[in-house]
């Protein structure tokens, strides 16, 4: 089932776009997950394209019911991210600046130490651009500081859903 809940986290932050929904709900019927749901069937038989972003997102809620699942929330959502942005950065699939980016849409969220500090960290700079405007040993400092941050974030297994953070 965590498979579905981080189809309904990746969809509310726009990770997942409503026109992919139809073929998320089919991979994830592939998969062996929700095939109780009739809600997920609809949305896996759906087309995507030229359909109501609307309807195709309540498929997803009205899934998650059928599937006793909660709705993700905004806190859990950002923290999702956090979670998420510190293992990309901790695997350096990302650079330091697109953490900031990154973590500019996970507003909120973050419930324990490690992961207010490396929100902290990255609310360092206002911009990725701004990264170039340091010193490059201040600069080395902070991406050393951040990444060590990304690592106890990423490593931190306190939430229910930890195994949906990681999954792209």
Do not use: K
Not at 100 to 117: F, P, T, Y
Not at 161 to 166: A, E, L, N, Q, R
């Amino acid at each position: 089932m965590n498979d579905a809940f981080t189809l309904a986290w990746r969809y509310t932050t726009g990770l997942v776009h409503p026109e992919d929904l139809p073929m998320a709900a089919a991979d994830l019927l592939a998969a062996g997950v929700g095939a109780q749901s009739a809600a997920l069937c609809d949305l896996a038989g759906r087309r995507g394209r030229g359909e109501r972003s609307a309807e195709l997102g309540g498929l997803l809620w009205q899934a998650m019911a059928e599937l006793g699942l909660p709705v993700p929330d905004d806190d859990f959502v950002g923290r999702c991210l956090l979670h998420r942005t510190a293992a990309r950065l901790m695997s350096q699939e990302i650079t330091s600046g697109d953490a900031v980016s990154e973590l500019w849409r996970a507003s909120g969220g973050a419930a324990n130490a490690a992961e207010q500090r490396f929100v902290a960290l990255a609310d360092q700079v206002c911009c990725p651009d701004c990264l170039g405007d340091r010193a490059s040993g201040a600069r080395q400092d902070w991406e050393r500081e951040l990444r060590a941050a990304a690592v106890e974030v990423a490593s931190a297994a306190d939430h229910g859903f930890t195994v949906s953070w990681y999954r792209d």
